[in-house]
Every structure is written in structure tokens, then in C-alpha cells.
């Protein structure tokens, strides 16, 4: 199916692509467009007009300051993964990205596209919480600051209010006591969609966990900050988290019973429970390794 006939819009600054998304009520913004084009194409979404943010650089850089790491939204996933500055602060971040898709996609693709599409199994969305990411909102009446667990409001519904545009994600700088990891289980090797995720992060402390932090995607219509698996995990010596441990079993079982599935296609919802109670399990371990003691 092609796509229908609407209006292209190519703003060359920021205000230009406010000015289009405050006059035009059904319209779409158009970073990678791996999503958005097919969904055109399959009649899934449709629209009167699009905005390509082609020109607009800005939203492609990745800078740091002294305490952050700046991610324009339109960066794609390969430009993230080969960044000094992701794989030097979080470099979880860089490892998921080349999780998502193909190469090829992953050379269009955006994460800001990835986020605002706010699939169910998108899978920047639950390290950028490890990481405590804050999103940039902008819009003709200025900008606002959202925390990345804030943004996800559905599946394909996110707290982006009419006329308001993703900049950036800014990121903290972690330490080299911070240990994260991100894993998903898909149906095939490459390019596969989610069928169950985890993010794990948190820091080591004379042998302690602190700070820990367990989030669970594709599972439910939101990423789910595992409560009960954390307060099982904070705290906890690193010398009894090992293997087939009995505390390690019981924060992967505590972190399968906060979730309630849906059977699809892709996987029952009993099946995603054990496959959540096992990726819990692997990504603490190999979140404990990442971290410098």
C-alpha cells in the first residue's frame, strides 16, 4: 500500500516546526520514520501532513557537560553505540541500542522515535529509567523538564501535550561504581521485537547493593519499576547473589509476580513470567560485573 497523499513540511529551525504542530491538528513528526512510514503504509495511523526534523541538527548531537549527557532525540541507535562520551558514562545505553533492530535500521532509526511511539516493547525505555534519564520538552512557550518513567503514559500513548517537540534526553554521568545491564528475549536472533526485557542498575558499596533499581518492558502497556524485587535486592550482600543462589531466585520470582501479561502471538502470558524471573536473575549478574569494585 503507498502512502496517501498529504502535506510535507521541512522547518529549518525549531520555531518553524512549532509553528507547523500549533496550526496543524493532524499532524506527525518524522525523525527515522521505521515506524511511522509503515504504519502509514499499512493504514494503521494516518495524517494530514508531516514534519521532517531532517534539518534540524541540533536534535542529532550528543554533548556532555560536567555532569550530564545530552542526547539529541533525533541521534540514532548506531550513533549512540559508537559514542565516546555513552560508552564512557552509560555505557548500558550504548549495548541496548545495538539490541534494537538491524544495523540498517539502526542507522535510520532515532531514540526519540523509539520513545515517542511509546511501544509497550520499546526498549530504550527501561534502561534510560536505570539511568534516571530526564526527557527536554519544548514548545513556542518554552521548555519543561519530564522524568523518563513519567513519559510513558500507554501503549503508543505519551505525556507529549499539543504543539510539544522531544529535544533531548539528558542523562546523568555515572560513576564506575554503577553497574547496568539491559537484556530481551525475542523469537529470533536478529531484529526481533521483545517479548519480555529487563534493566538493572545500581551501585556497590563495601560489598553492598545501594540505589538499586529493576525495571521490566514489554510486558505490560508501560515499563514497570519492580518494587518488590528491589526491596529484595538493596542491601543485599553481592557475596550472596551468585548462580542458582536462593536470594537471587527470589528476586527473579518477586520480580515475575509484579507483572501481569497478556497472551499474544508472540508469547503466553505464563511464558513471559518465567522468562522475566530468568532475565532478572542474569541481567543483576551481569550488572554486579560491570561495576569496578
Known amino acids: 500500500m503507498y502512502i496517501p497523499g498529504l502535506k510535507y513540511h521541512r522547518p529549518r529551525t525549531l520555531n518553524e516546526v512549532y509553528h507547523v504542530l ?8 518524522l525523525a527515522g520514520g521505521t515506524d511511522l512510514l509503515v504504519e502509514l503504509k499499512q493504514g ?10 531532517k534539518n534540524i541538527t541540533s536534535l542529532t548531537k550528543i554533548t556532555e557537560n560536567n555532569d550530564e549527557v545530552i542526547i539529541g532525540s533525533c541521534a540514532t541507535h548506531n550513533q549512540i553505540a559508537d559514542s565516546e562520551i555513552v560508552r564512557n558514562y552509560i555505557p548500558a545505553l550504548a ?3 545495538l539490541t534494537i533492530g538491524t544495523h540498517q535500521i539502526r542507522n535510520t532509526a532515532t531514540i526519540g522515535g523509539n520513545l515517542c511511539t511509546c511501544a509497550s516493547c520499546a526498549d530504550s525505555a527501561p534502561i534510560l529509567i536505570i539511568y534516571n534519564a530526564t526527557l527536554e520538552i519544548g514548545s513556542e512557550s518554552g521548555n519543561r523538564l519530564i522524568p523518563a518513567y ?6 503508543h500513548v505519551n505525556a507529549l501535550q499539543k504543539g ?9 554521568k555515572h560513576n564506575k561504581d554503577f553497574g547496568a545491564y539491559f537484556e530481551k528475549f525475542g523469537l529470533r536472533e536478529s531484529a526481533s521485537i521483545s517479548v519480555a526485557s529487563v534493566a538493572a542498575g545500581f551501585r556497590i558499596e563495601n ?27 538493596n542491601n543485599s550482600n553481592i557475596e550472596e547473589l551468585f548462580k542458582d543462589s536462593e536470594l537471587l531466585g527470589k528476586i527473579g520470582e518477586a520480580a515475575a509476580s509484579e507483572i501481569h501479561p497478556i497472551d499474544d502471538i508472540r508469547a503466553s502470558a505464563a511464558y513471559r513470567k518465567e522468562i522475566v524471573n530468568v532475565i532478572t536473575q542474569r541481567v543483576i549478574l551481569k550488572a554486579i560485573s560491570k561495576v569496578n569494585k
Not at 494503521?44 to 526534523?53: H, N
Open 207 to 233: 560489598n553492598k547493593i545501594i540505589n538499586a533499581n529493576i525495571v521490566i518492558g514489554a510486558c505490560a502497556p508501560t515499563p514497570i519499576i519492580s518494587e518488590k524485587a528491589i526491596s529484595l535486592l
Open 164 to 172: 510539544e517537540l522531544l529535544l533531548n534526553i539528558i542523562i546523568p
Open 150 to 155: 513519567e513519559f510513558f503514559l500507554g501503549h
Open 22 to 29: 500549533k496550526t496543524n491538528d493532524k499532524t506527525a513528526l
Open 95 to 97: 549495548d541496548t541500542c
Open 44 to 53: 494503521i495511523r494516518s495524517f494530514d501532513s508531516l514534519i521532517s526534523l
